[in-house]
């Protein structure tokens, strides 16, 4: 399970560099790619902030 906490300002949130401004569409996004990039930027924060993000099962 992942969770992700949307810190970001919904305004300005992206994963892959496609808007994403609900909790479904971050899940339709998330659940499609086995790796994503998740950008945006914090409410009084500078800058763009990105995170990628590898989401393949690691093999035992």
Known sequence: MITIALLFS???MKVNDKNVKTVD???????SN???????????????Y???L?????QE
Do not use: Q
């Open 25 to 31: 569409e971050l899940k339709a996004a998330v659940a």
């Open 50 to 52: 990105e995170y990628p």
């Open 10 to 12: 919904h305004d300005e």
């Open 34 to 48: 086995k790796n994503v990039t998740i950008s945006g930027f914090y409410p009084g924060y500078d800058g763009l």
């Open 54 to 58: 590898s989401l393949s099962k690691e």
